[in-house]
T-cell receptor
Framework: DAGVIQSPRHEVTEMGQEVTLRCKPI?????LFWYRQTMMRGLELLIY????????DSGMPEDRFSAKMPNASFSTLKIQPSEPRDSAVYFC??????????FGDGTRLSIL | SQQGEEDPQALSIQEGENATMNCSYK?????LQWYRQNSGRGLVHLIL?????REKHSGRLRVTLDTSKKSSSLLITASRAADTASYFC???????????FGQGTRLTINP
């Protein structure tokens, strides 16, 4: 049974470039979450979707960040333009009902 | 910030010993969860305790919850090298799906 799949696992790019992170949730899960993890701020919820609809994006740091979920099996988190302070590990998680969240292994993003 | 706090931030013990980690939070909750994160990996759910429960067991894990003190503890008995990881508590005080994670306890089990 495949878990949450994130790509790429690592991304290094220069500031000002567009970055797109991808997530495939577990089949049958109808809720999807994007988190950011840094040493300074810990694990922060950025946005979550229910049935492909964004429910709460209050954690999205600024307009440079956007997330989409065009269908039940795919979501993207985009940063444009990227800045060095966006460097972090970005996690995607999915769940259904009241079940615990299942996390992917994250994308380690470095903005130079 | 609504984030919980884990205590201690880091813990190093010998294999076979018991490890206890604590978590404090700020808001009323319906449940509290503990997750484990191995280096370079995502978080893995360990155990959930509801606000009307005081203690819960799962294998070598024992979780307690004191809602009057807004605190929880995770006990790992007979620790193993494979238990080396970071451990996080998460609460649902901001909504059932909006988990708020603590800063984590980094546990090292020495062989």
């Amino acid at each position: 049974d495949a878990g949450v799949i994130q790509s790429p696992r690592h991304e290094v790019t220069e500031m000002g470039q567009e970055v797109t992170l991808r997530c495939k949730p577990i089949s049958g899960h109808n809720s999807l979450f994007w988190y950011r993890q840094t040493m300074m701020r810990g694990l922060e919820l950025l946005i979550y979707f229910n049935n492909n609809v964004p429910i709460d994006d209050s954690g999205m740091p600024e307009d440079r960040f956007s997330a989409k979920m065009p269908n039940a099996s795919f979501s993207t988190l985009k940063i444009q333009p990227s800045e060095p302070r966006d460097s972090a590990v970005y996690f995607c998680a999915s769940t259904t009902g009241n079940q615990p969240q299942h996390f992917g292994d994250g994308t380690r993003l470095s903005i130079l | 910030s609504q984030q919980g706090e884990e205590d201690p931030q880091a813990l190093s013990i010998q294999e076979g010993e018991n490890a206890t980690m604590n978590c404090s939070y700020k808001t009323s909750i319906n449940n509290l969860q503990w997750y484990r994160q191995n280096s370079g990996r995502g978080l893995v759910h360990l155990i959930l305790i509801r606000s009307n429960e005081r203690e819960k067991h799962s294998g070598r894990l024992r979780v307690t919850l004191d809602t009057s003190k807004k605190s929880s503890s995770l006990l790992i008995t007979a620790s193993r090298a494979a238990d080396t990881a970071s451990y996080f508590c998460a609460t649902d005080g901001e909504g059932a799906q909006k988990l708020v994670f603590g800063q984590g306890t980094r546990l090292t089990i020495n062989p």
